[in-house]
């Protein structure tokens, strides 16, 4: 009986159900983070699902922030809460009148499909055409994806 009701606290605590909301976007972080408030006034962090942006201090990392305001900045937007990251940020897709700003921040060529998170084919097919017509980023010929720029800012931090 306690390995059973061990086992269902464990799945309670794994399951997330997605929640949508309605939001206004206040911040915008970089070009996969956004503030937003809801409509309860409380503010919420979150991060695009599925997407990985080049960070600020990358090439394209000040244009995919741009695009990423241009597209949702003091608007309100539909938010699908997907799941929660390790550092507690909220996973969201957004959307404004049922367009995917996530996918479409990948057609503009301004982040990758974060595939260690998604294997979306309509995501994948999106940044591959974004690739072949050298769209945003994929105009450099060799664009570091944001997991490896991280990672390389961390092994220099260690290593002073």
Known sequence: ??????????????SFHAQAFE???????????????QINGQSKKCRLYGIDAPETSQPFGPESKNKLSSIVMNRTIQVVETSQDRY????????????????????????????????????????????ANKIGLWKDNKPVPPWDYRKQKRSEYEKQ
Do not use: H
Not at 1 to 14: E, G, I, N, P
Not at 25 to 37: A, H, L, P, Q, S
């Open 23 to 37: 939001a206004d976007v206040i911040r915008v972080m970089d070009g996969d983070t956004v503030m937003v408030k």
């Open 88 to 131: 507690g940020r909220s996973i969201c897709k957004i959307s404004i009148d049922k367009q995917d700003v996530n996918l479409e921040m990948v057609k503009k060529g301004l982040a990758w499909v974060y595939r260690a998170y998604t294997s979306d084919p309509i995501y994948i097919k999106a940044e591959d055409d974004a690739r």
């Open 1 to 14: 009986m306690q390995d059973r009701l061990t086992a269902v606290l464990f799945l309670s605590l794994l």
